[in-house]
C-alpha cells in the first residue's frame, strides 16, 4: 500500500450512492472511489456464501486500489457479510491499517434513541430482514426496543427501472407498508434499511403520517463516519485529500453514467472493471 489511501465505498449496484452523496456533503475533502458490482445485483436474495464471496472480492479490488478504509454502503453486504470479513477474513492481512466498515450499526446505534414508544419499524431487502441483523444490533444499543420488519422484495427493481412512480409501483410500496404497520399500532419510527430507498422516502412519509418518522440512512452513516474519523487518528492520517471522486462498475459504464444520475444528483464518468 502506499502512504496515502483513498476511501472505498462499495455497493452491489446503485443505491450506495446515496450514502456517497452525504458522505460527500460531509468529508468533501477526502478522496474517495465508489464501486458498484451492477453485474451481479441485486444481492438481497443470495445466501450467506455469496454474497461474502462476492464482498471480499470488491473489498479485495478496493485494498489493491490503495484504498484504506472501505465503507460496504449496503446493507445486504452488511449483513451477510461484514462480521466475516472483519473478524476472518481482516485478521490474516498483513497490510495495516486497513479498516472495512457497514451501515448497520451506526443506524442501529441512534434509532432506539428516537423512538418515543420503544417500537421501530424496519424497511428492507428479504436479505437484510432475514439476517436478523438490525434486531442483532438493536439489542446491543437499545434492549427495550421492539423490532418490527417487513421485506420489501419489489422495491429495488422498482427504483432500478424507473416505475416507482407509477400507479401500480406506488400501490406496491404501499402494500408493504400498510403490512409492517399492520403489526403494531406502536411504531412511532421507521427506518429505510436499504440505500435504494432515499429515492421513496416522500412517499413512504405521505403513507405513514406524520406521527411517524421515517429514518434514512446516509445522513447517519455519514456523520458516523465523521466521528469515527476523529476518534481514529490512525486511520484519519493514513486517507488522501485531494477531494477527488471517481466511479467504477462491474456493468457497462454508459448503462452504470445513466441510472446513477437519479441517486447521486449529478452526471458521473465511471469506468468498466471485472472482478
Known amino acids: 500500500m502506499n502512504n496515502l489511501g483513498p ?14 452523496r452525504e458522505i460527500l456533503k460531509e468529508l468533501p475533502e477526502y478522496d474517495y ?3 458498484g458490482d451492477n453485474a451481479r445485483a441485486p ?5 450467506f456464501e455469496v454474497v461474502h464471496e462476492f464482498t471480499l472480492e470488491a473489498v479485495n479490488y478496493l485494498k489493491d486500489r490503495g484504498c484504506r478504509l472501505v465503507i460496504l454502503a449496503c446493507n ?6 461484514l462480521r466475516t470479513i472483519q473478524q476472518i477474513d481482516l485478521k490474516h492481512s498483513k497490510d495495516e491499517p486497513f479498516r472495512v466498515l457497514g451501515v448497520i450499526r451506526p443506524s442501529t446505534e441512534i434509532i432506539g434513541d428516537l423512538s418515543k414508544n420503544n417500537c421501530v419499524g424496519i424497511l428492507g431487502t428479504e436479505g437484510t430482514i432475514q439476517s436478523g441483523s438490525y434486531k442483532i444490533e438493536l439489542e446491543k444499543f437499545s434492549p427495550n426496543t421492539t423490532v418490527i420488519q417487513q421485506a420489501c422484495p419489489m422495491w429495488v427493481p422498482l427504483i432500478e427501472s424507473n416505475q416507482h412512480e407509477t400507479a401500480i409501483g406506488k400501490k406496491l410500496i404501499e402494500n408493504d407498508v400498510y403490512k409492517l404497520l399492520s403489526m403494531s399500532p406502536a411504531i412511532d419510527t421507521i427506518i429505510l ?3 435504494h430507498y432515499p429515492l421513496i422516502i416522500n412517499h413512504v412519509r405521505e403513507i405513514v403520517g406524520e406521527k411517524i418518522q ?3 440512512q446516509g ?7 465523521h466521528e469515527y474519523l476523529q476518534r481514529n487518528e490512525f486511520m484519519e492520517t493514513k486517507l488522501s485529500k485531494g477531494g477527488s471522486c471517481s466511479f467504477l462498475t462491474t456493468e457497462k459504464a454508459s448503462v452504470f453514467n445513466s ?17
Open 214 to 216: 421515517v429514518v434514512s
Open 7 to 20: 476511501i472505498g465505498v462499495f455497493d452491489s449496484g446503485y443505491g450506495g450512492l446515496t450514502v456517497l
Open 33 to 35: 472511489i465508489y464501486l
Open 193 to 195: 434499511a436499504c440505500t
Open 259 to 275: 441510472a446513477a444520475k437519479q441517486f447521486l444528483k449529478q452526471a458521473i464518468t465511471a469506468v468498466q472493471i471485472r472482478l
Open 43 to 47: 444481492y438481497g436474495n443470495r445466501s
Open 76 to 81: 445486504t453486504s452488511s449483513a451477510k457479510a
Open 219 to 225: 445522513p447517519i452513516v455519514a456523520k458516523k463516519l
